[in-house]
């Protein structure tokens, strides 16, 4: 891994990966539904649509989008709630035109009048799209319902509202906030020599010497009047999340957090998973997982629901979250977690565009940088006894929050008892 500041401040972090012919290139920039106010939640990732639409030499989607076919590449974007990304993944021998489309796609945007209108239909399609998803809307619940009223807990896509009515001018201004040098990271992995990389970066991203212009508020303490947030919706399978807050990305503690997750209900071995599912036939699918934030962090389990047994399934997943707390995990479940993590990091980071992604949010949110063995160094240190103690850290009467989508109508009242 190696690292180069640019006067302007823009970071350039390369990992050179043996075996391998392709380069992925990822601007990631501190952006996101973080940096929103309720007026322009959405504007994140509306922005991250409007990147494609052309610039200076590639001049609409269609020229943008050739240059990449035409040699086989891949290109992609996402926004989440701290960051944004744009990527393109390439031949090593085909370099030169993922640096070039990247620059003239961020440095000069035009963001044309005619195609906000139609990236607008676009949008408001992914937004119902996702409406009529309950397995991505009880997500969108359950951070509500554990992050309140406020950017934590609203989703990137924004409000239909807001979607309707964003125009040219709110594009322009957040890109002029936000997407600034000191607010950036370029972060390149595959085939690729460093010095090269920042020769092409110094070429093509002209970003200038500008500041950003805003930062996220810290998170406020938020208490729902009610633990349990029930969308009423004709289903054939109810559809759940219940977890609690955890431990931030930064935190000593976020392996510990991780290892617990997948002790839980990280893989088709674990708890939720032989238990829930196999021995009690209450689901179709469950999982456990962790959102990691700079300065917060979630445990929660996902599952779909038998509907007439939502209960069982509530007070199932409960009883696993309250055995981990009661009793240490054994040595051998231990051992098995870990060597699952550290294989799934291994098997993940083999590719260039998921290196690219680990270095980049590392140096854009850490105040420290790991490499790939100081992160298995970490996880290998984890111990029977942090598990369980940060279990009961996180797992404390009144923690728990249920999000739920299904034909549930007026049961809050009786699934909160089974919280409490």
Not at 18 to 43: D, F, K
Not at 192 to 220: D, Y
Request: charged share 25%; proline share 3%; glycine share 8%.
């Amino acid at each position: 891994m190696k690292v180069t500041t640019l006067p302007n401040k823009l970071k350039i972090v390369t990992q050179s990966l043996p075996g391998t012919e392709s380069i992925t290139c990822l601007v990631l920039a501190g952006a996101g539904s973080r940096y929103e106010t309720r007026e322009r939640n959405g504007l994140s990732h509306f922005l991250e649509h409007m990147f494609f639409k052309g610039g200076e030499k590639f001049k609409n989607t269609k020229e943008v989008s050739e240059a990449i076919d035409s040699i086989g590449g891949e290109f992609n974007a996402f926004t989440g709630k701290e960051y944004a990304g744009y990527f393109v993944k390439v031949a090593a021998t085909h370099a030169d035109i993922a640096f070039e489309v990247l620059s003239d796609m961020l440095v000069h945007a035009k963001f044309p009048a005619e195609e906000i209108e139609k990236e607008r239909g676009v949008i408001l399609e992914e937004y119902n799209m996702y409406l009529d998803t309950p397995m991505y809307q009880v997500g969108w619940n359950f951070e509500r319902l554990l992050f309140g009223d406020q950017p934590m807990g609203w989703d990137q896509i924004g409000t239909r509202e807001n979607i309707s009515r964003f125009m040219r001018d709110d594009f322009v201004k957040y890109k002029n906030e936000l997407y600034q040098p000191d607010n950036l990271v370029i972060a390149v992995a595959g085939k690729c020599e460093h010095a090269a990389v920042v020769a092409q970066v110094e070429k093509f991203f002209n970003f200038g010497e500008g500041k950003k212009a805003s930062a996220w508020k810290p998170l406020e303490e938020f208490a729902p009047s009610m633990p349990v947030k029930i969308q009423d919706k004709k289903t054939e399978q109810g559809h759940l999340v219940l977890g609690v807050r955890g431990v931030a990305a930064e935190d000593p503690q976020h392996w510990t957090q991780r290892i617990l997750a997948i002790i839980l209900g990280g893989n088709m071995s674990s708890r939720m998973f032989l238990k829930v599912r196999e021995e009690q036939g209450l689901c179709y699918y469950i999982r456990t997982s962790t959102d990691d934030y700079t300065d917060a962090g979630v445990v929660s389990t996902s599952a779909g629901v038998d509907l007439k047994r939502l209960p069982l399934a509530v007070a199932a997943i409960r009883a696993e979250y309250e055995k981990i707390v009661a009793e240490p995990v054994s040595d051998e479940e231990l051992s098995r977690a870990k060597e699952f993590l550290k294989g799934k990091l291994t098997l993940r980071l083999e590719d260039s565009e998921e290196y690219a992604h680990l270095l980049g949010k590392q140096f854009l949110l850490y105040a420290q940088q790991d490499e790939l063995a100081e992160i298995f160094a970490k996880i290998d240190a984890v111990s029977a006894t942090d598990v369980q103690k940060l279990a009961a850290e996180i797992f404390v009467p009144g923690s728990l929050r249920l999000a739920a989508i299904g034909p549930f109508e007026g049961r809050e009242e009786e699934l909160a008892k089974l919280l409490r």
